[in-house]
C-alpha cells in the first residue's frame, strides 16, 4: 500500500463504519446529508450542550484547594468536576504558582506554556485510537538564547497532523526590526542600538483526518524588551500577543457556537469589551485577500496587548490558553469518527490548500520566522497540513444549496456566532 | 473510491506495471533500486541519447521552404526530420512572420504565445493514454485592458497537473510601482504621472504523476512601458524576460543533461556568454533560503533583457521557449511509465511541498500576481500542484547513499550539466 495513501485507505475504511452499529457512532448525530444536523440548543449558552470543563470554574476549585490543606479526597476533587468519564486533565499543573508576582513574568510564562503543552499532548493522544503519541524534539539554540521543544503527532486515526510547539528566544532586535515596530514602547530609545529582547510563546496547529473534525490553531506569546545600557535587564518594554482560531471544512453551527462561546466567555471574564475586539481583530487577521474569504470562521486574535497591569493579562492569557481543550476536544471527540465520503475528503484537503495559501502568503509569525538569521524551519511550518490539494477551477464550492457552499458564504461573510 | 486517492491508486496500478511485460517498460531502464540507472553517454553532446527535434535545424528548414515554392512533398518535409514516429508537432505556427518587423513588437509577441501554447497542449496530450485533453478558460479583461487563456488538464495519467497560460495586459503602473522597477529605464519619467504599460506572457508549470518525471516550468514575457504624453503611444522602454527550469524529484544524470545541453546550444546560437550567464542566474533566483536548497536543477533564467537590438531578443526568445517540447517531451516520454513504490511517490509528495513553499514564499511572479487589485488567482496559482505533503523532520532524504539523499545534495550545491 501507498505511504501517501493513507489517508484515502483510512478514509474508506472509516467510511465503511457507517454501516456498524458503535456505541460512538450512535450517541452523535452523522454529518451525512440523509441524517438531521444537530439542532442548535435553545439556551443562550449555546456550546451547553457539550459535556465540557469550564476552566473558570476549575481555576476557583484550584484556589480553594490550594488555600486549604490537602487530604487524598480534595486531590481528587482536583479533577474536573463536569469531565466525562475516560477524558484526560483539561488543566496544566505547573510547578511554580503563576499568580507568584516575586517570580519574574518570564519564568512564569515559561512554566505555563510548559505546562500547558504537556496537558494539551496527553489529551490529544487519548483521542488517537492508533495508540499514536506526541514525539518530542527538545532543542537548545547557540549560546544560551533559548531553547524550543517541537511535539509533533503525525498520520495517526484521529489527526492526519497534530504539533505543539513552545520556544523561547534571547536575542537582539536589529535596527531596521526596532523600526518596524510600534515606535512609542521606544521613546527611550537611542535608534542605534541593538535591542535585546526576550520571547516565550506557545503554538499550536491540529490537522484532524476527518473533514467533518476542524483544524484548529492557536499561539499565545510574551515579549520583553531590554534597554542594553541597563545592567539589570529590567524590562522596558513587554506585551503579550495570541488567539485561537478554528478552521472547519464543513459548517456545524453548534460547532461553532460552542468554540466561540466558550472563548466569550473567558473574554467577558476579564475585560467588557475584550471578546467583540478581538473577535473582530481575529476575522480581519485572517483574511485571505486573493481568494476574498477568512481562513476559518474565526475565534479570538490581539497582539500587543499591554495597556495596564501585566498581572491581568498574564492572567486573560493562561484563560485564553487553558481554554484550548475544553473548546476543541468535544468538537473532535464528537466529530472523528463521522462517517464521511470521497467528495467530503476531497473538499477538506482543497481547504488545506487555502491554509497553506494563508500561512506561506500572509502569516506574520510564519514571515518573521522564515526571515530570521537561522529559522528552525521544520519548527515554523509544522503548521502546514500533512497533504492538501490544489484543483483548477473545480466546481465543488460553488454549487447553491451545497454544504461546501454554505461554509464559503461564511468564510466571505464572517458570522457573530456569540 | 476516494477521488483524491487517485494518486495513491494509480501509483499502485502503475508499479504493478513492473511485473508486465509491455514494449515501453523494457525500452527504457526502469528506476528501482536494482536496476541500472542509465549510463551517461560518453559524446560530449550529451543529450544526444534522445531521439529529439533541433530547433535551430528546423527554423532553418521553414526559412528555406518560406522562400521557394512548395510542393507537398516539400511540406512534408517541414516536419523535423528526426521527430520519432508518433509524436506529434514541436513547431508552432503562427499565423504571421514573426519575423516581419512591419508587425509590431506587441502583436507578433501574441501570436508566437499563442501558436507555442496549443502546439505544446497538442503535444503535452498526445502524453496523455487516458486521452484527457487541456481545457481552455478564455477571458477577456475589463475595458479592454487584455485577454487571458489558461489551459489546464487535470488529474490525468500522465499528468497530475499541467497548465498553460497565456496572458496580455494592458494597464498602468502605479508611481510606487514604477519606482521599484529599474530607475534608469524612467530618466524621460515626470516622477507623477501613472505610466501605461502592456505585457503579453506565456507560462506553464507541468506536474507529471510518476516521481521519476520531473516538474518543470517556464515563463517568457515581452513588456513595454509608453509615455502617457506621447499620442502615438511608441514604447519608451521594452524588455524581455523569461527562462525555463526542471524540479526532478529523483536525479537521472542523463535527464538533466539533455535538458541543460539542450539550452546551452539555444543560448549559443545567440550570445557566446548567455548560458553561463542564465543558468547561473537560474540556480540564483530558484533558491529556497529557509530549507537552504535550490528548487530544482536549474535552468536558464533572465529578466529586463534589453540590450541592442529587440529583434536579436525576439528571436532569443522564441528560441528558447520553442526548446521547450525538444527538451522535456522525450524525458516524459521516457519517465511516465517508468515503475515506482509507494516511498518514492511519498518522496515526490514531499518536494511538491518544497516547490509549493517556493512559489507562494518567494516566487515575484506570485507575489506580484497576488498582490494586483482584480488578481485572476486560479491562473496565478496554477503553477500549485494539484497534491502536496508536509512532514515533520521525515528520515527520507537524509540516509547516506539513497537516492533521495543525492539528489538533496544537488540541490544544496547547483552543478553544471553542460
Known amino acids: 500500500m501507498l505511504r501517501n495513501s493513507s489517508t484515502a485507505h483510512g478514509a474508506l475504511r472509516r467510511a465503511s463504519l457507517s454501516s456498524a452499529p458503535t456505541a460512538r457512532l450512535h450517541s452523535f448525530?452523522?454529518?451525512?446529508?440523509?441524517?438531521?444536523?444537530?439542532?442548535?440548543?435553545?439556551?443562550?449558552?449555546?456550546?451547553?450542550?457539550?459535556?465540557?470543563?469550564n476552566p473558570h470554574t476549575t481555576h476557583s476549585h484550584r484556589s480553594r484547594f490550594l488555600m486549604t490543606p490537602l487530604d487524598p479526597l480534595d486531590c481528587e476533587e482536583q479533577r474536573p468536576m463536569s469531565a466525562q468519564r475516560g477524558r484526560p486533565s483539561f488543566v496544566p499543573t505547573p510547578s511554580v504558582d503563576l499568580d507568584d508576582t516575586s517570580i519574574p513574568m518570564r519564568l512564569r510564562m515559561i512554566h505555563h506554556i510548559k505546562s500547558l503543552q504537556s496537558t494539551i499532548c496527553e489529551a490529544l493522544e487519548s483521542l488517537e485510537p492508533s495508540g499514536q503519541k506526541f514525539k518530542s524534539s527538545y532543542y537548545l539554540r547557540d549560546a544560551s538564547k533559548g531553547f524550543g521543544d517541537s511535539r509533533v503527532l503525525q498520520d495517526g486515526e484521529t489527526f492526519e497532523?497534530?504539533?505543539?510547539?513552545?520556544?523561547?528566544?534571547?536575542?537582539?532586535?536589529?535596527?531596521?526590526?526596532?523600526?518596524?515596530?510600534?515606535a512609542e514602547r521606544f521613546d527611550w530609545w537611542d535608534g542605534v542600538s541593538e535591542l535585546p529582547y526576550f520571547v516565550a510563546g506557545c503554538s499550536l496547529v491540529v490537522h484532524p483526518r476527518n473533514p467533518h473534525a476542524p483544524t484548529i490553531h492557536f499561539n499565545y506569546r510574551y515579549f520583553e524588551i531590554q534597554d542594553p545600557k541597563d545592567p539589570n535587564g529590567e524590562p522596558?518594554?513587554?506585551?503579550?500577543?495570541?488567539?485561537?482560531?478554528?478552521?472547519?471544512?464543513?459548517?456545524?453551527?453548534?460547532?461553532?457556537?460552542?468554540?466561540h462561546g466558550l472563548y466569550?466567555?473567558?473574554?467577558d471574564r476579564h475585560a467588557a469589551g475584550y471578546y467583540a475586539r478581538f473577535k473582530k481583530w481575529c476575522d480581519e487577521y485572517f483574511y485571505i485577500p486573493h481568494r476574498q474569504e477568512s481562513r476559518g470562521i474565526g475565534g479570538i486574535f490581539f497582539d500587543d496587548l499591554s495597556e495596564g497591569d501585566p498581572e491581568a493579562i498574564f492572567k486573560f492569557v493562561r484563560d485564553c490558553s487553558n481554554?484550548?481543550?475544553?473548546?476543541?476536544?468535544?468538537?473532535?471527540?464528537?466529530?472523528?469518527?463521522?462517517?464521511?465520503?470521497?467528495?467530503?475528503?476531497?473538499?477538506?484537503?482543497?481547504?488545506?490548500?487555502?491554509?497553506?495559501?494563508?500561512?506561506?502568503?500572509?502569516?506574520?509569525?510564519?514571515?518573521?520566522?522564515?526571515?530570521?538569521?537561522?529559522?528552525?524551519?521544520?519548527?515554523?511550518?509544522?503548521?502546514?497540513?500533512?497533504?492538501?490539494?490544489?484543483?483548477?477551477?473545480?466546481?465543488?464550492?460553488?454549487?447553491?444549496?451545497?454544504?461546501?457552499?454554505k461554509i464559503l458564504d461564511i468564510l466571505k461573510k464572517p458570522v457573530e456566532w456569540a
Chains 1, 2 share one sequence.
Open 161 to 182: 497532523k497534530a504539533g505543539c510547539n513552545i520556544s523561547v528566544i534571547k536575542s537582539t532586535l536589529s535596527v531596521p526590526a526596532v523600526r518596524q515596530m510600534r
Open 323 to 405: 481554554s484550548y481543550l475544553p473548546a476543541y476536544y468535544p468538537i473532535v471527540e464528537r466529530r472523528k469518527d463521522q462517517p464521511f465520503t470521497e467528495e467530503e475528503k476531497r473538499w477538506q484537503q482543497l481547504r488545506r490548500g487555502r491554509y497553506v495559501e494563508f500561512n506561506l502568503v500572509y502569516d506574520r509569525g510564519t514571515k518573521f520566522g522564515l526571515a530570521m538569521k537561522e529559522p528552525r524551519t521544520e519548527s515554523i511550518l509544522m503548521s502546514l497540513p500533512l497533504t492538501s490539494r490544489w484543483e483548477y477551477e473545480p466546481e465543488v464550492g460553488t454549487i447553491e444549496g451545497s454544504r461546501e457552499k
Open 236 to 259: 522596558k518594554a513587554w506585551w503579550f500577543g495570541g488567539g485561537t482560531d478554528l478552521t472547519p471544512s464543513y459548517l456545524y453551527e453548534d460547532d461553532a457556537r460552542h468554540f
Open 29 to 53: 448525530p452523522s454529518s451525512s446529508a440523509s441524517l438531521p444536523i444537530i439542532p442548535p440548543p435553545r439556551s443562550s449558552r449555546a456550546h451547553s450542550s457539550f459535556t465540557s470543563w
Open 264 to 267: 466569550k466567555e473567558a473574554c
